[in-house]
């Protein structure tokens, strides 16, 4: 079956502008993740959507990010006024149970 | 929060050859899992393995739970086996290790 799909696959944005990614999980499965994967800081969990309980923020860096996830499927994950040292891959993950399966991810770059 | 060390960072081998890669974690886990990350970032499931014993093909898995540390075995290897191989625990949150490179040379 279809695994996890991103959009866009490469992302380039200007210092300060708003950017939007988009993940959409495997069908059926209802807890969905957001992490990102830098040179310096490896891969790092973002934060982490369970059916219809309130996400799971902690690994949000800062109130720049946010996430939301419409009608227990697709999830789209914000930041605003980029920086610099928000260019990384970003990755979404969806699972039944523990076992995470993860998508291609989106490469952002901001200059 | 649960630290994850992966042992050895960096490994060459000669295709054919065999290995093993070290997790270590810090406390108890629900999930233990094992990646690829092939050149192209994608990361591909190898293991759910929180405990036990599991092979696929080439490839097995052992996690000793009470022990904190699970091992990947790649035998006979082959230069598509070539990226990073991450370990990841413990639960819904993942904590991934720093990752071991893997090249493998014709």
């Known amino acids: 079956g279809a695994g996890v799909s991103q959009s866009p696959s490469n992302k380039v944005t200007e210092k300060g502008k708003d950017v939007e990614l988009r993940c959409d999980p495997i069908?059926?499965?209802?807890?969905l993740y957001w992490y990102r994967q830098s040179l310096g800081q490896g891969l790092e969990f973002l934060i982490y959507?369970?059916?219809?309980?309130?996400?799971?923020k902690s690994g949000l860096p800062s109130d720049r990010f946010s996430a939301e996830r419409t009608g227990g499927s697709v999830s789209t994950l914000t930041i605003q006024r980029t920086q610099q040292e928000d260019s990384a891959v970003y990755l979404c993950?969806?699972?039944?149970?523990?076992?995470?399966?993860f998508g291609p991810g989106t490469r952002l770059t901001v200059t | 929060g649960i630290q994850v060390e992966q042992s050895p960072p960096d490994l060459i081998l000669q295709e054919g050859a065999n290995s093993t890669l070290r997790c270590n974690f810090s406390d108890s886990v629900n999930n233990l899992q094992w990646f690829h990350q092939n050149p192209w970032g994608q990361l591909i499931n190898l293991f759910y393995i929180p405990s036990g014993t599991k092979q696929n093909g080439r490839l097995s898995a052992t996690t000793v739970a009470t022990e904190r540390y699970s091992l990947l075995y790649i035998s006979s290897s082959q230069t598509t086996d070539s990226g990073v191989y991450f370990c990841a625990a413990p639960n819904y949150k993942l904590t991934f290790g720093k990752g071991t490179l893997l090249t493998v040379n014709p």
């Open positions: 993950a969806s699972s039944l149970g523990f076992e995470q399966y």
């Open positions: 069908s059926g499965h209802t807890a």
């Open positions: 959507f369970q059916g219809n309980s309130a996400p799971d």
